[in-house]
């Protein structure tokens, strides 16, 4: 015991327990427009005319394009697929000028206000184009403010009756956040065009068909160990057939030349243009060192239950075997030449490959077992990621855990989305997994909101991870990107606009956690820094409602009983519809047991009961909620719900259920038909002092240890290293400290919420700290 004040952590530097391998990396997903009008540097929105309202139903072929009639001018244009440019990419636009005036054409608004552009910079403009035969035709390109103010512009004289590709580069006069690119004519007659791209010549690392460098640059300054990506939903959402335009995501679509890549119907209700497609993401992952972790569908959608027969099931595995291939093949195989032709002799070094993305049922488990065994009999060293469901317990979480046991999967993806307090509440979540069972990739994770108070949640539990890294292999936040003007989920670790971006507090508290990893954990021992136990546990009591949503349904024999007392209250039956809550009764007994049979009449959802409704909380219990398909116990906690449990079942029309959910302590159990449904504990959080965590990095021989406080006090303790440096402790320590809870980054106050750094010295190996309320404290010593 150190014995300088009451609290203490030991650290034992030479006491090296567990690898901490590629613990923090990344998620990408192209949802909220993270690629098209994102990360993927193209301004030029539906740039090939194939926007479709298969996409979204109010997208067109010439969605983002205007015609330019200036003065006198008169033009038509429409979108033909006759000569197609390639099959892949069948419509082309067709510009008809009759009248020249005083400007003829078309312009593109770009993504969000329109194109940004900046002073003195360089754009690459280019499109393929034919000319009726012996038509020339001059075709003036510019870059112009919404207002007409003209930035830039150059001339292309077309000749060729073939589709050919013309490229030019503007140089921009001045900035502007909302500009055009205007393509414009001074001779009748018609031109033919498609994939009209500007790219700004800076992208990251001066790539082509290259990455927008600022996000490109906030991503790569996290120094991730690995990048996960396509998905997300967006891998397995969609039709069997490849050459579908809802097809799942098939990453042989995804590569070659931008003109001949399909245009893709993501499933976040946009278009996907594919042009950041897998040779891009693995450029990426290298250039920022991440290791790549492709996740590929394994045919079958959980979402609409689509399903590859098993006959049909070896092209999906090729798939598999291709993408190792086309990533660690050497250039005499097949698909490491179609790598080198692309530019990369070199392999990518791939080493995990998830198959499927938080998968619920048989089919999916059925089919990973093939892949499983055809990858691993030609691979042996690739890392294989299970699956477990979207949600952190039950019945389809289990049965991913079985299938990865029986598999033996390298590792498996869980996937959670829950409130600050949950993750509080289980920071212990892996302490009893087993290091000789498959590793958890955790591969969806955040809680919800972007306030330094979820920060804080956050960190505290990265601490768990860390000290679990003998169970836990890889972590990260998710979703990454998101544009402001597209949102389709909250929240995100980065947002952006045109032309700026931030990180949240989530973000710089996976930056401190990523640069100061370190590659193994060491072993600790704290004084007075253990959670005291709370003098009585609430109990889940208070109001009992039935809650119509998105169905209509009869609910009666309704008894009440308090199983402390053996009272028996008897509600009236009620027909309960969408939009309408009907209040049954208020319990305080700690165990009490609702029972009740319920016939569903019509709706696309079940049945649904709220429970436990006190202070800032809630509980419900859903059957057949979300495409009707599981019932889920999930909490709300001011506001921000967690699936706490949830297994599969389908509700069916006219037919009688016999439901009971029985409380006993903060233990819930539900029956359908008297047969267990789900079964969970609400834990609540029972927050410590400190929670912590200590790490080498063992190339400079720096301890890192990781504190975060998330009381409302400062807590003084000391840091006691005597077995690293016997007289003498200095280092660096960055700090996240002195905001409000509620507070947030923006683009007004990007790094609001960021960590400070000073240097540090103690005349001993002791070092007292005091750690303030509410912050989160990485020391580096030295
Ligand atoms: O991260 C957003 C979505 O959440 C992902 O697409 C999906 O995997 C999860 O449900």
Not at 186 to 215: C, H, W
């Amino acid at each position: 015991m150190s014995g300088l004040t009451e609290k203490s952590i030991k650290v034992f530097s030479k006491d090296k327990k567990e690898p901490l391998g590629d613990l923090y990396g990344l998620f990408f997903e192209d949802l909220n427009h993270a690629a098209d009008g994102g990360l993927y540097a193209e301004l030029v929105q539906n740039r090939s005319f194939e926007f479709d309202p298969i996409d979204r139903s109010d997208y067109h072929a010439l969605t983002a394009w205007e015609k330019v009639e200036r003065g006198e001018a008169e033009v038509t244009i429409s979108v033909e697929d006759s000569f197609p440019l390639h099959e892949n990419n069948p419509n082309y636009l067709t510009l008809k000028t009759k009248k020249v005036g005083d400007g003829a054409g078309i312009l593109n608004t770009g993504f969000n206000s329109g194109i940004p552009l900046k002073k003195d910079e360089f754009y690459h403009f280019s499109f393929f184009a034919r000319v009726d035969q012996a038509e020339k035709k001059t075709l003036t390109i510019s870059l112009e403010s919404k207002e007409g103010v003209l930035h830039a512009s150059e001339e292309l004289s077309l000749h060729s009756s073939e589709w050919k590709k013309y490229s030019l580069t503007l140089q921009c006069k001045s900035d502007d956040q909302s500009a055009r690119l205007i393509l414009t004519t001074n001779q009748t007659g018609t031109i033919y065009m498609d994939m009209v791209s500007l790219f700004p010549a800076k992208t990251f690392m001066d790539r082509e068909n290259g990455l927008r460098s600022d996000i490109a640059q906030i991503l790569a300054d996290l120094k991730p160990k690995f990048m996960r990506f396509p998905g997300g939903c967006l891998v397995h959402d969609g039709s069997l057939d490849e050459r579908a335009r809802d097809s799942m995501y098939r990453w042989k679509n995804t590569i070659g030349d931008t003109e001949k890549r399909p245009s893709r119907r993501n499933n976040w209700k946009y278009n996907q243009t594919l042009g950041l497609g897998y040779y891009e993401y693995f450029l990426f992952c290298e250039d920022i060192g991440a290791k790549p972790i492709p996740v590929l569908p394994a045919g079958y959608d959980p979402h609409h239950h689509r399903i590859v027969p098993l006959e049909n099931l070896q092209p999906w595995i090729d798939d598999a075997l291709d993408l190792i291939e086309f990533a660690n093949g050497n250039v005499s195989t097949t698909w490491g030449k179609i790598r080198s032709e692309l530019g990369h002799p070199e392999p990518f070094g791939l080493e995990y490959l998830g198959i499927g993305n938080e998968e619920v049922g048989e089919p999916f488990f059925e089919r990973y077992e093939y892949f499983h065994r055809a990858i691993k009999e030609k691979h042996p060293d690739i890392k294989l990621i299970n699956s477990s469901g979207p949600f952190a317990a039950g019945g389809e979480y289990d049965r991913g855990w079985d299938s990865a046991k029986k598999n033996q999967s390298d590792l498996v993806d869980e996937h959670y989305y829950q409130s600050p307090e949950w993750f509080l509440a289980h920071y212990h979540r892996y302490d009893d997994f087993k290091r000789d069972e498959p590793k958890v990739f955790l591969g969806e994770y955040a809680s919800w909101g972007n306030t330094y108070y979820n920060a804080i949640a956050e960190a505290a539990f990265m601490t768990g991870l860390e000290k679990n890294a003998h169970a836990v292999g890889l972590a990260c936040y998710a979703p990454m990107l998101c544009n402001v003007d597209y949102i389709n989920w909250e929240p995100n670790l980065i947002y952006f606009n045109n032309h700026q971006v931030f990180g949240t507090a989530n973000y710089y508290v996976q930056k401190l956690f990523m640069h100061h990893q370190g590659d193994y954990t060491l072993k600790t021992e704290s004084t007075g820094l253990s959670a005291s136990e709370p003098p009585s546990i609430p109990t889940i009591g208070g109001q009992i409602k039935l809650i119509g949503e998105q169905s209509k349904a009869e609910y009666y024999k309704i008894t009440l009983t308090n199983l402390e007392t053996g009272e028996v209250k008897e509600c009236p039956n009620a027909l309960v519809e969408n939009g309408i809550e009907l209040l049954l009764g208020e319990l305080h007994s700690k165990h009490y047991r609702l029972s009740f049979k319920a016939r569903k009449l019509e709706g696309t959802r079940g049945f649904k009961v709220m429970f436990g409704e006190k202070d800032n909380q809630k509980l419900f219990w859903e059957i057949g909620g979300w495409q009707n398909q599981d019932s889920v116990i999930s909490s709300m906690v001011n506001g921000r719900g967690s699936v706490l449990t949830q297994s599969l079942f389908t509700v069916k029309n006219d037919q009688e259920y016999s439901l009971d959910l029985e409380i006993k302590g903060r233990k819930i159990t539900t029956y359908i038909d008297d047969e267990v449904i789900n079964e969970t504990v609400d834990k609540l959080p029972n927050i410590k002092p400190l929670y912590y965590s200590a790490s080498i990095d063992s190339l400079t021989n720096e301890v890192i240890i990781k504190v975060v406080n998330v009381k409302d006090e400062a807590v003084l303790t000391t840091i006691d290293l005597q077995d690293y440096a016997k007289d003498k402790l200095k280092g660096t320590v960055y700090e996240l400290s002195g905001y409000e809870l509620t507070d947030v980054n923006s683009f007004e106050a990007p790094d609001k919420i960021s960590p400070k750094q000073k240097d540090f010295e103690a005349s001993n190996s002791f070092y007292e700290y005091e750690f303030p309320k509410q912050s989160i404290t990485v020391f580096r010593f030295q």
